[in-house]
């Protein structure tokens, strides 16, 4: 099983809600990621959690909040966003969090926030 | 701020024809993979090369790495109007857990 699910495909919230993003992989892999992708742009990185724990984030705002439950899920939660923060989420995975392996990635969700 | 540059930014060909798209990194590297991105969906790997590697085959595609220009390019033979996609080059940074991907190129084949 190379697949990484991410649920729901499509979320539409308003600025006041809370909700949350999920990414599941079962290829045992050690480290997974979240994306933000903005339309035509490529791509950027969010948060890297190696081994359960958060490695890396890269100065995201408060009102997402990443959290590893196990080694096979990853949420992000979501809460008092912004217009602006309407996007599509990757998920992603590789066996370790190193840069240059390989990343398997979801399908993603598409948030729009109103 | 990003690593990659990636041109052209948009490629519109035949089937049948080829398509090269070019990458242009700013710092030293590890190795450069390339991504394929259909519509609105998650990326798909296509092929890595490391640093020591001048040149790689899989397939259709083949990928060439100059280290001495900072720059790489993807070559897809017999494109197919399946091939439609944004195509991203993605740097690891020297020391560094990060991957960073380029501008990309949005490529249409027209059957």
């Known amino acids: 099983d190379t697949e990484v699910t991410q649920t729901p495909k499509h979320l539409v919230m308003g600025m006041t809600n809370k909700k949350s993003l999920k990414c599941e992989q079962h290829?045992?892999?050690?480290?997974m990621y979240w994306y933000k992708q903005k339309a035509k742009k490529p791509p950027e990185l969010m948060f890297v959690?190696?081994?359960?724990?958060?490695?890396i984030n890269e100065s995201v705002p408060s009102r997402f909040s990443p959290e590893c439950p196990n080694s096979s899920l990853l949420n992000l939660h979501l809460h008092a966003l912004q217009p602006e923060d309407s996007a599509l989420y990757l998920c992603a995975s590789s066996p370790r969090e190193l840069a240059k392996n390989i990343q398997y990635f979801g399908a993603g969700t598409r948030l729009s926030v109103l | 701020s990003q690593q990659g540059e990636e041109d052209p930014q948009a490629l519109s060909i035949q089937e049948g024809e080829n398509a090269t798209m070019n990458c242009s990194y700013k710092?030293?590297?590890?190795?450069l993979q390339w991504y394929r991105q259909n519509s609105g969906r998650g990326l798909v790997h296509l092929i890595l090369?490391?640093?020591?590697?001048r040149e790689k085959h899989s397939g259709r595609l083949r990928v060439t790495l100059d280290t001495s220009k900072k720059s790489s390019s993807l070559l897809i033979t017999a494109s197919r109007a399946a091939d439609t996609a944004s195509y991203f080059c993605?740097?690891?940074?020297?020391?560094?857990?990060?991957?960073?991907f380029g501008t990309g190129t949005r490529l249409q084949v027209f059957p």
């Open positions: 993605a740097t690891d940074l020297l020391n560094t857990d990060k991957l960073i």
């Open positions: 290829m045992g892999h050690r480290a």
């Open positions: 710092t030293s590297i590890n190795n």
């Open positions: 090369i490391r640093s020591n590697e």
């Open positions: 959690y190696s081994y359960e724990k958060l490695s």
